[in-house]
């Protein structure tokens, strides 16, 4: 059984930090590339960032420069750091586990993050 696990949400003031982290088990985890997208409620699902398993990563122009993601193949893990938050930036954050050959993709349950004073 695939689970993908978030955590690390939570309410930061505009221009904090807050770091993000999916446990993924039940896939190998090192074939997947991992993503994570947000929404907000009434819009669609935005891609944030994705990292492959050689560490090869994409990220949003509106996160470039502020987010950051990694993951450790060992703990099979992927993690979003997250800095200089802004209002705009509040949403549920999902974590994706995407296998293009096999034609797979499985998704966590999401952790809201919300940025204001």
């Known amino acids: 059984q695939v689970q993908l696990v978030e955590s690390g949400g939570g309410l930061v003031q505009p221009g904090g930090a807050l770091r993000l982290s999916c446990a993924a088990s039940?896939?190998?985890?090192?074939?997947?590339?991992m993503g994570w997208y947000r929404q907000v409620p009434g819009t669609s699902r935005e891609l944030v960032a994705t990292?492959?398993?050689?560490?090869?990563?994409t990220y949003a122009d509106s996160v470039k420069g502020r987010f950051i993601i990694s993951r450790d193949n060992g703990k099979d893990a992927v993690y979003l750091q997250m800095n200089s938050l802004k209002p705009e930036d509040t949403a549920v954050y999902y974590c994706?586990?995407?296998?293009?050959?096999?034609?797979?993709?499985?998704w966590g349950q999401g952790t809201q993050v919300t940025v204001s004073s």
């Open positions: 994706n586990a995407a296998q293009t050959t096999m034609k797979v993709d499985y």
């Open positions: 039940g896939i190998i985890f090192g074939i997947y590339t």
């Open positions: 990292i492959t398993g050689a560490g090869r990563t």
